[in-house]
């Protein structure tokens, strides 16, 4: 097993920034992506930016420009550096990491951390 803490959400306002973090602990060996989702009330768990070990990156649209993925494989941690946030950034925001297995994948979820962005 694989457990994900994050850390770093809060309450900021329209035009700032945070910079979200999550560390892997337990069985850590074979992880390749790990990234961030986000779910705001009454939508669906939505991709904001993910990075395989490798060091390839993914961003939703909505975040290009404005956010940053990294990730320190030596302490299997990811970071997400988040700028000029705006009031529709507002969700809980989700680590997640996965493991090849034959033919499909594991996949780890932590428990969130809530962004909030005031107008």
């Known amino acids: 097993q694989v457990q994900l803490v994050e850390s770093g959400g809060g309450l900021v306002q329209a035009g700032g920034s945070l910079r979200l973090s999550c560390a892997a602990s337990?069985?850590?060996?074979?992880?390749?992506?790990m990234g961030w989702w986000r779910q705001a009330p009454g939508k669906q768990r939505e991709l904001v930016a993910t990075?395989?070990?490798?060091?390839?990156?993914n961003y939703a649209d909505s975040v290009k420009g404005r956010f940053t993925i990294s990730r320190d494989n030596a302490k299997n941690t990811v970071y997400l550096q988040m700028n000029s946030l705006k009031p529709e950034d507002t969700a809980i925001y989700y680590c997640?990491?996965?493991?090849?297995?034959?033919?499909?994948?594991?996949?780890?979820w932590g428990q969130g951390t809530q962004v909030t962005v005031s107008s």
């Open positions: 337990g069985s850590t060996y074979g992880i390749n992506s």
């Open positions: 997640n990491a996965d493991r090849p297995v034959g033919m499909g994948r594991l996949n780890f």
């Open positions: 990075t395989t070990s490798g060091g390839s990156t």
